[in-house]
């Protein structure tokens, strides 16, 4: 079934000139980006959208690392669009990720994933309205 799910490309793969390499891997595994925007995220904005890590000893440092460089804010459609983008993510850390995942080939560390991907389609949902209008999606 046709749904969507919200990406993150963030600051270490965009300061390594690797947007294009990843949306490469995305497209490859039959997933059409549908809205697209590079941003620089502000403080309130990162610390809204990870809202639910707050009491997290790494809170701090995953907000400092969003707001580091710009980011590319996504809204991926395909089937089963949510689980098919964590598995081409791979796993959150890249020591533990499968083989031509887009965390395999390009993450950094736990921190510096490279990507992010809703875990669900109701958190989907949530974080695709945060970021763009229904207008701006484009299917
Ligand atoms: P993401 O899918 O964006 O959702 C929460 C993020 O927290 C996760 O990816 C990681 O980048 C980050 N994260 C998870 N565990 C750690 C950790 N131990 N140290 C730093 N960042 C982490």
Same mark, same amino acid.
């Given at each position: 079934?046709?749904?969507?799910?919200? !990406?993150?490309?963030?600051?270490?793969?965009?300061? +390594?000139?690797? %947007?294009?390499?990843?949306?490469?891997?995305?497209?490859?595994? @039959?997933?059409?980006?549908?809205?697209?925007? +590079?941003?620089?995220?502000?403080?309130?904005?990162?610390?809204?959208?990870? #809202?639910?890590?707050?009491?997290? $000893?790494?809170?701090?440092?995953?907000?400092?690392?969003?707001? !580091? &460089? $710009?980011?590319?804010?996504?809204?991926?459609?395909?089937?089963?669009?949510?689980?098919?983008?964590? #598995?081409?993510?791979?796993? %959150?850390? $890249?020591?533990? &990720?499968?083989? @031509? %995942?887009? +965390?395999?080939?390009?993450?950094?560390?736990?921190?510096?994933?490279?990507?992010?991907?809703?875990?669900?389609?109701?958190?989907?949902?949530?974080?695709?309205?945060?970021?763009?209008?229904? #207008? #701006?999606?484009? @299917?």
């Amino acid at each position: 079934m046709a749904e969507r799910t919200f !990406s993150i490309i963030k600051p270490d793969a965009t300061q +390594r000139n690797l %947007t294009g390499k990843v949306n490469a891997v995305i497209e490859d595994a @039959g997933l059409r980006i549908v809205a697209q925007r +590079r941003i620089q995220m502000s403080r309130a904005q990162a610390e809204k959208f990870y #809202e639910v890590h707050k009491e997290r $000893p790494f809170f701090g440092e995953l907000v400092d690392f969003m707001i !580091s &460089a $710009p980011v590319v804010v996504q809204v991926l459609e395909g089937d089963n669009a949510v689980a098919r983008y964590r #598995e081409v993510m791979g796993a %959150t850390n $890249p020591a533990n &990720a499968a083989e @031509g %995942t887009i +965390r395999k080939l390009y993450a950094v560390s736990v921190g510096e994933n490279s990507v992010h991907g809703s875990d669900s389609q109701e958190n989907a949902a949530l974080e695709i309205a945060q970021f763009f209008k229904a #207008e #701006e999606i484009v @299917g």
